[in-house]
């Protein structure tokens, strides 16, 4: 969309610049070629617009063609528009293509550009109209990415479920195999269930718009309302659950979502732990946000693999997670609770020394005031 509205400006440009060219005579001097008003509409462009003379030389760019550096004085640095600038003058005839230049930003690799080379009158003046792609072709690529990554997690317990429907027809005279794979199903069944829940949860909160209903949440209750929802899991491994920190906390957001993130943290923490450990959430005030930390002793995450934890589908063991039953979307869905409530979540962590995650939310009012409270921590097990 963007950059149809920079052609279409760009093609009113054009337009404006031949009624001025096509008065006739010779090249006039540079100053002299573009009207006052075709120099503003140029210079306020959202797609990066160049001007060339007859010798290849910038007559006008807009600001976005010299931050792009597709501009450089009076030079067009990149060959390729350079080279379409040069068949469009021989042969009259509007082209469009895509090129790609040097990155201009931290760690970008390549910028990516839609352009569009007309003939300006009769001068052999030439416009060039280049719009920036990139976010949209990194967007198309993660989309891409998340439905491959939906259908393989999808089918695999789907596959699972068919396979053992299968062998059960086939071993119905063995009630000892019937019970052993029935458990098998439901253990896949669920499995799915949690992918389910999981991407719904994620396509209501993944387009980092604000929470629609806001207002004042207890830290205290979305944190004993997370543990409680993690007893079952923790109990298995005999791992015990502890709140503490500050008591009578408050955030600004929505206490659904507050609990959806902090059940998240629990059952990941719980998920890579050794049995007989313990994992402690805790939360503080921190100035004018609220930091909730949960806190584990478990195997710690890789220091190359930190920067990736919050990705959907992304897995440090993926062999590990499958066996654990995790669907690869809790700390996504955490770190988009964090973006939706305007805050951040951060990770520490060291292989073989545990990790914590601390998610960082607007405090209610404006300042974290509450009762301090920092002994006699809640065991939320046993």
């Not at 950059?3 to 031949?18: D, Q, Y």
């Not at 906390?249 to 629990?266: F, H, K, P, Q, S």
């Amino acid at each position: 969309m963007a950059a149809l509205g920079g052609f279409v400006l760009g093609t009113f440009v054009m337009l404006a610049i031949r009624r001025q060219t096509d008065k006739g005579g010779e090249a006039e001097p540079v100053d002299d070629m573009l009207s006052p008003g075709v120099a503003s509409v140029l210079a306020v462009l959202p797609s990066s617009a160049v001007v060339l003379d007859r010798d290849d030389r910038v007559m006008r760019a807009s600001s976005a063609a010299r931050a792009f550096g597709l501009v450089r004085g009076d030079s067009l640095m990149a060959a390729e528009l350079l080279a379409l600038a040069r068949k469009v003058r021989s042969d009259g005839e509007i082209r469009e293509s895509e090129i790609e230049t040097a990155g201009r930003k931290f760690g970008q690799e390549s910028t990516t550009f839609a352009v569009r080379v007309a003939p300006l009158g009769s001068n052999g003046q030439v416009l060039v109209l280049a719009e920036d792609q990139t976010e949209r072709r990194q967007v198309e690529a993660v989309r891409r990415d998340f439905v491959a990554n939906v259908s393989h997690e999808l089918k695999t317990p789907v596959g699972a479920l068919s396979l053992l429907a299968e062998t059960i027809q086939d071993a119905a005279d063995d009630p000892e195999a019937v019970t052993r794979f029935a458990g098998r199903m439901q253990h896949e069944a669920a499995r799915l269930t949690y992918l389910v829940q999981d991407l719904i949860t994620l396509s209501k909160i993944q387009g980092g718009e604000p929470v629609p209903t806001p207002g004042p949440v207890p830290i205290d209750e979305a944190v004993h309302e997370a543990i409680d929802r993690c007893n079952t899991k923790a109990s298995a491994k005999d791992i015990t659950l502890v709140a503490g920190g500050t008591d009578g906390l408050r955030i600004w957001g929505d206490d659904e979502l507050l609990v959806t993130a902090l059940r998240n943290l629990i059952d990941n923490a719980v998920a890579y732990s050794p049995e007989h450990t313990r994992v402690v959430v805790s939360a503080r005030p921190a100035g004018r946000t609220v930091e909730v930390s949960v806190s584990d002793q478990g195997i710690g995450i890789p220091e190359s693999a930190q920067e990736r934890i919050f990705e959907r589908f992304f897995r440090v063991d993926a062999a590990r997670s499958r066996a654990t039953g995790g669907t690869g979307l809790g700390l996504a869905i955490v770190k988009h609770v964090a973006v939706a409530h305007g805050g951040e979540v951060t990770v520490w962590s060291k292989e073989g020394s545990g990790s914590t995650f601390t998610l960082r939310l607007p405090a209610f009012g404006g300042t974290a005031v509450a009762e301090q409270r920092t002994t006699s921590p809640l065991e939320a097990t046993k």
